[in-house]
């Protein structure tokens, strides 16, 4: 339903000459057929019936062509019908006077009967045309209604516009300076660019400041070579929303410009919607980010402090009271002072940590990496505090291998097993547990502790940012270490949860798949010999 | 260790606290210290004091620690250990392969610092190659291609020597990846070909009877490398 309108168009203005002349051919074919045919079937001197067949092409052309073709089908059945059949035959002598007056009353009615049957063609046309307009309308706002985003809207009105009007079109907006400048066109085809010439610019600014119509059809700048509407919601305009005008009746333009009308309106909504909720969603984030600083202001005032405060009070008691300390005393303060640092440090690496992932810097940088060796390379990093815990290591006997980021993932491991220290008791046993899922192509990594576990409500939250379990509020923290896991693991295309351990604690149940898409594992056999 | 006694070393760090605390823990384990704080006055220094060693910061304010880096490197093969605050493997890398010894990460314990200092000077001093590299119970016998562990013999394919044997003879040094395949596989190699080089560490490893998860011989260094350790 949609395309008639461009292809009526192009019938109408486009091509007008190449257009009429078949109209003509047919007529002329049709009659001179029509004539020796009547005569075939024996008809030649029943002149009565043979006038009313004659009218049968003029009013098949009326109904089709319209008004022009009607009359030239009237005049040449007259012809036709004076040549042929009226005597004397096959001379355009008439014998008998009266039939001049029945060639006067027959074109009469032709003319009369291509005028209804043209002018109800017109109606139907018309009621076409608006059922199509109002489809496209129509289209127009589905499709705005259901994007989000500016870039993409303007791109879809301009498309929508051009074609509706089956012509190309523009959409200007002002940019980041205020000034304006196309920033969506599109003809037919959805391509091409109209609109960007000083000239058009020139009357788009003046739209967008007036808040007035212009261009070809409407009452302002008639001589351009463009119309242009101005997009405005009820204090607000927006942009200015222009098609290139081709046509050069006035009825046409009228209809053209009611039709860019209310385009241009339901554009103006439309964008008016995808900015409010652009400021919406940035309020929200604004709030978001208010809640975000607080917490974090919080968890790092007092992350940051409490190893402050002991390396600041070792080192200057170290300093001032040097004589007092025994070595054992000394040691223990500049112990102290490595720990606190050791913890700032700790606290240092997640902020970053989270910065980055946060920021979009995170590049996966994906590598074939060795299971085994992850996991030594985590033991190494806890064991300076993993004192009076054993950790259990379960390693199926082949070497695995998983495609990814081997720094990141062992973040990810060394996070969620200093966790599971930190949680749990002294003597207690951590076991860590690698199994392969074949079929799916996945590696499970369960970390199960015997310590205090987290409350059900909180298992989905302790992966949230800043995000501590009133449980634990004694032990301390950021809250940002699982935030992190979770982030890390998801980049990598998998999921982390958090579930309780049958025999009391928490097992942290990590899901990687093996391999990245286009990368499976390339390992041949060695055929060496020992 | 009577190698690393007196060493000169020239540390080059832009922050002063750094500087200040490299030297006076440095000198108390008995090196010679020369600072300088950018990396012009580096490449000039580095041509006067003839450091045994040098410790360069990667994160300098104008002339950059790598092109310091690449500028020595054009005369000098002084072992040069690289500080990096950076958390980017790539650099590391970039530094190793561009002629870098070793590398430690900022912030640092001296004890680690310390150790890659007698590595990197005992490489250097050792003149003689030894023919019989013993670590622990492993003995690799380069005269002879012959690995012994806890005094059993051990059978290797041609490629798991050759990687055990530049492993061992850089015993204490890190080896990155590249290094590693250069050296193993000659020129034939590619850069992605690093899985392969996992797979093989693997089969060593097992054949050295490695705890995966507590590896006594070679250590991998996440992302960059591996470093066959030293034996207490």
Redesign the interface.
């Known amino acids: 339903m949609k395309s008639t309108v461009p292809e009526r168009n192009a019938e109408e203005k486009g091509a007008p000459r190449l257009y009429r002349v078949p109209k003509y051919v047919w007529v002329t074919i049709g009659i001179t057929l029509l004539t020796p045919l009547l005569h075939v079937i024996g008809m030649s001197n029943d002149l009565v019936n043979v006038s009313l067949i004659y009218l049968f092409p003029i009013l098949v052309s009326a109904v089709y062509w319209g008004l022009g073709p009607a009359i030239y089908a009237a005049s040449l059945s007259v012809i036709m019908f004076d040549f042929f059949f009226v005597p004397p035959n096959l001379s355009f002598t008439v014998a008998d006077l009266r039939y001049i007056f029945s060639f006067v009353v027959y074109l009469a009615v032709a003319v009369l009967t291509a005028t209804l049957s043209s002018r109800l063609r017109q109606q139907l046309e018309m009621v076409r045309q608006r059922e199509a307009t109002t489809n496209s309308l129509y289209a127009l706002s589905r499709q705005m209604t259901a994007v989000a985003d500016l870039d993409t809207l303007l791109h879809h009105i301009a498309k929508q516009v051009s074609h509706t009007l089956g012509t190309q079109a523009a959409v200007y907006l002002p940019d980041t300076h205020g000034e304006l400048k196309v920033t969506a066109s599109a003809d037919e085809q959805g391509t091409a660019v109209w609109g960007g010439e000083e000239s058009e610019i020139a009357i788009a600014k003046w739209v967008y400041r007036n808040g007035e119509t212009a261009g070809k059809g409407s009452s302002s700048l008639r001589e351009s070579s463009g119309l242009y509407v101005p997009l405005r919601t009820e204090d607000q305009i927006h942009g200015v929303l222009a098609v290139r005008m081709e046509a050069s009746d006035i009825q046409e333009q009228r209809e053209q410009l009611q039709l860019l009308e209310a385009c241009g309106g339901l554009s103006a909504s439309a964008i008016a919607r995808v900015k409010l909720a652009e400021e919406a969603r940035v309020a929200q984030m604004t709030a978001e980010s208010e809640r975000i600083r607080t917490a974090l202001l919080d968890s790092v005032s007092h992350e940051l402090r409490t190893p402050l405060t002991t390396i600041i009070g070792s080192a200057t008691g170290l300093i001032e009271n040097d004589a007092i300390f025994t070595p054992e005393d000394r040691k223990e303060l500049t112990g102290n002072i490595r720990d606190g640092?050791m913890r700032m440090?700790r606290l240092v690496?997640n902020l970053?940590g989270m910065v980055k992932l946060e920021s979009g810097m995170l590049q996966l940088?994906r590598?074939?990496?060795?299971v085994?060796?992850?996991?030594?390379?985590v033991?190494?990093q806890v064991r300076e505090f993993s004192k009076h815990r054993s950790i259990r290591?379960d390693?199926p006997d082949q070497?695995l291998?998983i495609c990814g980021d081997?720094?990141l993932l062992?973040q990810v491991l060394i996070n969620v097993v200093s966790n599971a220290i930190k949680y749990s008791p002294d003597y207690s046993e951590i076991v860590i547990t690698f199994t392969r899922d074949e079929r799916n192509a996945k590696l499970n990594i369960v970390v199960a502790d015997t310590g205090v576990g987290i409350p059900d409500a909180d298992r989905e939250r302790i992966f949230e940012k800043f995000y501590r379990s009133e449980s634990s509020r004694h032990i301390t923290g950021t809250g940002l270490g699982l935030a992190i896991c979770k982030g890390i693991v998801e980049v990598h295309g998998g999921t982390i949860r958090a579930e309780s351990n049958p025999g009391g604690g928490t097992r942290m149940s990590i899901c990687l798949p093996m391999e990245a898409p286009e990368a499976l594992?390339?390992?041949r056999g060695?055929g060496?010999?020992? | 260790m009577t190698a690393s006694q007196g060493a000169r070393i020239l540390v080059v760090d832009d922050e002063p606290q750094i500087r200040k605390l490299l030297k006076v823990t440095l000198q108390a384990h008995q090196f010679e210290i020369h600072e300088c704080g950018d990396g012009d006055e580096a490449v000039t220094q580095a041509s006067i004091v003839h450091p045994d060693l040098i410790i360069l910061d990667l994160g300098l304010p104008g002339m950059s620690g790598m092109d310091v880096l690449h500028r020595v490197r054009e005369w000098s093969q002084v072992p040069i250990i690289v500080l990096t605050a950076k958390e980017r493997e790539e650099d590391k890398i970039a530094a190793l392969d561009g002629g870098a010894d070793d590398y430690v990460t900022k912030p640092f314990g001296m004890g680690e610092l310390v150790a890659r200092i007698r590595v990197a000077l005992r490489h250097v001093a050792r003149t003689t190659d030894e023919p019989v590299l013993r670590f622990g119970s492993l003995t690799v016998d380069l005269a002879q291609r012959q690995v012994e562990l806890d005094g059993l013999p051990i059978k290797l394919t041609p490629t798991e020597y050759d990687m055990l044997k530049v492993l061992a003879s850089n015993a204490g040094k890190i080896i990155t990846q590249r290094q590693l395949l250069q050296q193993v596989w000659g020129g034939h190699h590619h850069e992605s070909d690093s899985h392969y080089l996992r797979v093989y560490v693997g089969h060593l490893r097992k054949k050295l009877k490695e705890d995966p998860t507590q590896p006594r011989f070679i250590q991998t260094e996440p992302g960059i490398g591996y470093r066959f350790l030293l034996q207490d």
């Open positions: 640092a440090n690496t970053l940088r590598k074939w990496c060795d085994g060796d992850m996991i030594s390379v033991l190494t290591v390693l070497p291998f081997e720094v062992e594992f390339p390992y060695q060496e010999v020992e």
